[in-house]
């Protein structure tokens, strides 16, 4: 597909300033001639109605090498910006790093994923209910969404899993619980991935936050991520609301495997780039099927499977909360990928264009 570096300086304000690196080596460029046309034009389109001070931070993975681009809503302009180096959060993008976390247990013999968790809680669930490590992190064990006892009705809206504590959790699992025995088909459950991130910690007798450093973000030097905002300094991007008014940060406390990370485009890479490494055990199990969701789609330890008509299936998965979208797809065979975080508010009626984005953006390079 031929060039156009016209797209970006006509569409655009200022200079797109890209930053590149192959395998963990960085350089620094400044070349519009990287982005085709049609790609120009996409995310035009994708961001266009977004309210003002609406950021992306885009990440494009061609070959294992990546390149960032970062544009801002100013007024009635879209302008390039340096921010892949700040840092969003990535909603429920979190699910797959507890499924990777659990399958680093599993490579280490700590536990096998057809274990009920009954046996390693430090506590007895309602009427003895059992259900596997995978079926929570693939969303079958039958829980609902969210648990019982926390009605979003009585919550502050704009942080409304702060108040639920861990002993409330025990509560629930130890008086409210009830699965579904009739339908054991995948159904999404911000629950499910809550207690499998709790109950790991518990294996494990460290916090979520620990975990995540020692079993991954120090292992693929991850270092702006974290599920701790006092650990951020000045490289937080403000969340908005669906009319673009700054809202709170949402703290997730023992539900964090559900949605608690915090991330950057650059470490978000390093983790995507890692997933082409197929000597890396813990990884690639967590992108085994494990169930089907529907025609297109199954489901695995966290990463969903899309079904691609070529058989070159991609692994994606995104994220939502207040002030926040994500969205990560990843071609394995190709060794490409696209990552896209926002401060687009889940309950933004458009926030559907940061996925239609990944995906379209991904599609640019297999047509090229």
Known sequence: MKKNNFCFKALFLGTLLIHSFIYGQTKKVSDLESLTNNQCKLILEKTRNFPKDTQLSIALIEDGIVNFYGLKRVNDSIETINNYKSIFEIGSITKVFTSTLLANLVINNKLKLENNINQYLKL????????TFKELANHTSGLPALPTNLNLMLVNPNNPYKEYKEENLKDY?????????????????????????????????????????????????MTSSTTNRNDIKDNLVKGLDYKGDVVSNWDLGV????????????????????????????????????????????????????????????????????????????DIVNKSGVIVLSNVSAFNPNRKNIDQLCFSLLKTFAKE
Request: charged share 20%.
């Open 255 to 330: 539900l964090s495997g559900a949605g608690a990370i915090l991330s950057t485009v650059e470490d978000l890479s390093k983790f995507a780039i890692a997933q082409f490494d197929n000597t890396n055990k813990e990884l690639a199990l967590t992108r085994v099927k494990t169930s089907s969701v529907d025609k297109t789609t199954d489901i695995a330890l966290g990463w969903h499977i899309i079904k691609n008509e070529s058989n070159n299936n991609w692994i994606w998965h995104n994220g939502g909360t207040g002030g926040y979208t994500s969205s990560i797809t990843i």
């Open 124 to 131: 007895s669930i309602k009427d003895n209910q059992k259900f």
């Open 173 to 221: 699992l130890t008086n409210e619980i009830k699965i579904s025995t009739t339908n054991t088909d995948y159904a999404y459950s911000n629950l499910g991935a809550g207690i499998l991130g709790f109950t790991l910690s518990q294996i494990t007798n460290s916090s979520y936050q620990d975990l995540l450093e020692e079993k991954i973000f120090s292992k693929y030097n």
